[in-house]
């Protein structure tokens, strides 16, 4: 069982370039989101799905889009990349019953110069 | 609104040490309560975890009692081990709605052997 499936691992930008990450998940999860963890921070919410063809902002949205148009896949596009978008991006998925928390991918290490 | 707040890292112990890393919440409703841990280069894995007022998570010697008069999910072990090495994240969710995780800040743990 995979789990939740992120793609590149590594990657770097220059400034202005676009690019999308992958999320995969294969255990018929309703719900998936993506964070960012900066550098001894926290996670912050980007972006969500309940559901395929639903998608909501999450707490920092700002430069980057979503769709959903499948249940397994939940690909995060950065348009127009910033150096504040370094960051590493996790994508994780849960079921609809909060008490088994979520299922985390491995990360995108992204570095924008 | 909901957060979580831990205690400042990093914390340092010696192998063997009792460990408690603090965590208290603030919710609109009544939130299941985790634990997540972050090795090195890794995603996060679920630590532990409780639903409601005095369940008691447990997981790898590690505990953590949900203690709704002190809203607090303080994170214990008995003796770590150099292997406990690693940033822990407590993280609440409403059970209600798209179930977002709000995370803490993180505490890196480092113990020397």
């Known amino acids: 069982n995979a789990g939740v499936t992120q793609t590149p691992k590594f990657r770097i930008l220059k400034i202005g370039q676009s690019m999308t990450l992958q999320c995969t998940q294969d255990?018929?999860?309703?719900?998936m989101y993506w964070y960012r963890q900066d550098p001894g921070m926290g996670l912050k919410l980007i972006y969500y799905?309940?559901?395929?063809?639903?998608?909501d902002k999450g707490e920092v949205p700002n430069g980057y889009n979503v769709s959903r148009s499948t249940t397994e896949d939940f690909p995060l596009r950065l348009e127009l990349a910033a150096p504040s978008q370094t960051s590493v991006y996790f994508c994780?998925?849960?079921?609809?019953?909060?008490?088994?928390?979520?299922?985390f991918g491995s990360g995108t290490r992204l570095t924008v110069v | 609104g909901n957060s979580v707040t831990q205690m400042e890292g990093p914390v340092t112990l010696s192998e063997e040490a009792f460990l408690t890393i603090n965590c208290t919440y603030t919710?609109?409703?009544?939130?299941?309560l985790f634990w997540y841990v972050q090795y090195p280069g890794e995603g996060l894995q679920l630590l532990l975890k409780?639903?409601?007022?005095?369940d008691k998570g447990s997981n790898k010697g590690f505990e953590a009692t949900y203690r709704k008069e002190t809203t607090s999910f303080h994170l214990e072990k008995g003796s770590v081990q150099v292997s406990d090495s690693a940033v822990y994240f407590c993280?609440?969710?409403?059970?209600?709605?798209?179930?977002?995780?709000?995370f803490g800040q993180g505490t890196r743990l480092t113990i020397n052997p």
């Open positions: 994780a998925s849960s079921s609809s019953d909060s008490y088994y928390g979520y299922t």
């Open positions: 255990m018929n999860h309703n719900y």
């Open positions: 799905s309940v559901g395929a063809g639903i998608t």
């Open positions: 919710a609109t409703g009544y939130p299941s």
């Open positions: 409780a639903t409601k007022a005095d």
């Open positions: 993280a609440l969710v409403l059970i209600q709605g798209a179930q977002k995780l709000v």
